[in-house]
């Protein structure tokens, strides 16, 4: 019994310390409330993302079945429902793109459902993500964050791609291509200013700091920590 005991001390111990090496919040931090599961919608053909269910189709906002750098299915998290004219299923979901944090409805058929116990949670002051399953944070760690000419963007968005880097490109070895867009910059490296969480290969830059044109830099294990757990549609919230 008295060995059983000693076992399960020890094991609590292990846990905690890995927990600290993780990077945990200082004491008497709160954390940010998140759902155990958040419901997505993966796109089995482009949809019309309408302001409101049965609105005319002329202010729709069209969002493409697939991703334009990996090819991927468009996943977008699912933030509200509702029965429209005809017994019409709508879906109200977050969409890519400016204005950062747009929503919209679309039609329900066309899609299938999953769900994501994941959570990113990005704090600029403090210059870390948190990551969060199943409404439990698992992991922490120091980033870097855009500087003050060119800031992270706050908001709530969601992975669009999860993008394998070659080795010699910059943000290698993973990027989580975010749906937040620079406020500041339209254009950047001939993208459109795209947000995202990726690594530190062949770029530097020192975890705690503000030095980025807006992404979040993170080590790169970390980036490999990410990209071998965080999937398309996943929540990410920037808060400051």
């Not at 996943?75 to 979901?93: A, C, E, H």
């Not at 490109?169 to 950047?188: C, D, H, I, K, T």
């Not at 001939?190 to 290969?201: E, S, Y």
Request: with cysteine; hydrophobic share 45%.
């Amino acid at each position: 019994m008295r060995r059983a005991v000693t076992a399960v001390a020890s094991a609590v111990v292990f846990a905690a310390a890995a927990i600290a090496a993780a990077g945990a919040p200082a004491a008497g931090a709160r954390l940010p409330i998140v759902k155990p599961a958040v419901e997505l919608a993966v796109l089995l053909q482009a949809h019309r993302a309408l302001p409101l269910p049965d609105a005319r189709p002329s202010r729709a906002r069209l969002v493409a079945a697939w991703r334009p750098i990996t090819g991927g299915q468009t996943v977008l998290p699912v933030i509200g429902r509702r029965t429209g004219d005809g017994g019409v299923r709508w879906l109200r979901v977050r969409v890519p793109g400016r204005p950062n944090g747009g929503a919209g409805w679309i039609v329900q058929r066309g899609t299938t459902r999953e769900t994501t116990p994941w959570h990113i949670v990005a704090r600029t002051s403090s210059r870390r993500v948190l990551v969060f399953r199943r409404a439990r944070l698992v992991r922490s760690f120091s980033v870097v964050v855009g500087k003050r000419s060119t800031p992270t963007p706050h908001g709530r968005f969601f992975v669009e791609e999860s993008v394998r880097m070659l080795p010699g490109s910059a943000g290698a070895p993973y990027a989580l291509a975010l749906s937040a867009r620079s406020n500041v910059l339209q254009e950047f490296a001939g993208g459109p200013g795209q947000i995202a969480i990726h690594g530190v290969a062949n770029l530097g830059g020192t975890p705690g700091t503000a030095a980025s044109h807006g992404c979040i830099r993170v080590p790169n294990a970390q980036s490999r920590w990410l990209a071998a757990r965080i999937a398309p549609g996943t929540p990410v919230t920037i808060t400051s």
